[in-house]
């Protein structure tokens, strides 16, 4: 992990994370996404996030290593407090203990924001294949998701059917008095240009 950088994401990091994103598009059911996004989508997707929860990115050397990032998880109101995880790491950078650090900062961000429950989509493999493991499962739940619910062959990829599930996570005191929640940009000081960095000195 030395070396490692946890930051938010900038507008040129598209291109970057556009082709980790390929790879599991053309490679994998991890996303049922048939076509990749293009640079430019990509750039609007991250602009649109930063306007209110995170995306992070994690730089090696240098170079983009991997993302993650938070979203809406429904948009009536009484959800605010509620949000949904993404995470992508590029194939060679896997294992290494980069989505632990990505997923770590993540959180301690949305915690910060007054998030109270993660929740995350993921494709599931009725039987693992060379397209669709069950690690994405295994790597929520060694990061404190539990499983909550599995929607059965709704994603159809490479002439196969699979599954989906949701996990979840609280990762704070549910309480009779909330406080709005706040902006990503207003909750974590100095998010520009570095958030984190692993270890933490």
Known sequence: MNGVII???LPGDAAAVRE???WYVENTAVTYDYETPSEEEFSRRIARTLEFYP???AESDGSVAGFAYAGRFHPRAAY???AELSIYLAPHNRRLGLGRALYTALEEALKLMGILNLYACIASPPEPDEYLTDG???FHERM???RNGLF????YKFGRWYDMIWMEKLIGEHTADEP???PFSSAVPDTAPFFFQFPRR
């Not at 059965?152 to 994603?155: A, L, Y």
Request: charged content about 30%; glycine content about 8%.
């Open 20 to 22: 980790i994103y390929r």
């Open 152 to 155: 059965r062959s709704c994603g």
């Open 136 to 138: 994405s499962e295994r």
């Open 55 to 57: 995306w992070l990115i």
């Open 180 to 182: 709005p929640i706040q």
């Open 144 to 146: 404190g998701f539990h």
């Open 7 to 9: 930051r938010a994401a």
């Open 80 to 82: 605010d407090r509620c």
